[in-house]
């Protein structure tokens, strides 16, 4: 169902960058990417969206390819509360479809 | 602030029993949704809702029902509960159905047995 692949696991160093990929190549010129995680089994939460330019705000950046099939999440300086699992999301059918996302694993 | 608030937290049924989860949200949300999600795997949508006495079917439906009699309540039922059922069920609002921010309540962890 899922129209974005993205890797089921990943390490990052605290305080390091942590650059979480997402491919969405069949996406549309009028679809947003969204990005949510969830930890521990929490509610999953919004993080981050984009269309074309890359966006930033005080969770993360974004940065989507100019053909637009495919983004990275970048969480600048990685802590150990951002260990999660991060799920990049297009709309099928009008709406959010989950994938089983990336386990980002931060490690001191 | 309550925001989407889910209960219970935990339940265990035994199968052909009928349960509902409930779920109500104080941000004025039009759109409402129902998410399951299986171990190890992404969230499935089960039903939302655009607004009060309107509701439609996601992507796993069968074995649930739903209704919307106002803007802050949202309840799922579970007619006649079977194994496959067992889930951790989400329920999430957002202002309108273009908007990329849902909010999330803290889930119901639901055994069937």
């Known amino acids: 169902d899922a129209k974005t692949t993205q890797p089921p696991s990943m390490d990052c160093a605290e305080g390091r960058a942590a650059n979480l990929p997402c491919n969405h190549s069949t996406i549309s010129g009028n679809e947003y990417v969204y990005w949510y995680r969830q930890i521990h089994s929490q509610g999953p939460q919004y993080i981050i969206h984009?269309?074309?330019n890359n966006e930033t705000n005080e969770m993360a950046s974004l940065i989507i390819t100019e053909d637009r099939k495919s983004s990275t999440l970048i969480l600048p300086h990685a802590t150990l509360r951002d260990t999660a699992v991060y799920y990049c999301i297009v709309r099928v059918a009008g709406k959010l479809v989950f994938g089983a996302g990336t386990i980002l694993r931060v490690k001191s | 602030n309550a925001g989407v608030t889910q209960t219970p937290k935990f339940r265990i049924l035994k199968i052909g029993q009928s349960m509902t989860l409930q779920c109500t949200q104080d941000m004025n949300h039009n759109y409402m949704y129902w998410y399951r999600q299986d171990p190890g795997m992404g969230l499935k949508l089960i039903y939302y809702?655009?607004?009060?006495?309107?509701?439609d079917k996601g992507e796993v439906p069968n074995g649930y029902n739903v209704s919307r009699s106002t803007t802050e309540d949202f309840p799922l039922r579970l007619e006649l509960a079977a194994p496959s059922q067992t889930s951790v069920y989400f329920c999430?609002?957002?202002?309108?159905?273009?908007?990329?921010?849902?909010?999330f309540g803290s889930g119901t962890q639901l055994s069937v047995l």
């Open positions: 809702s655009v607004g009060a006495g309107i509701t």
């Open positions: 999430a609002s957002s202002q309108t159905g273009n908007t990329e921010k849902l909010f």
């Open positions: 984009g269309l074309k």
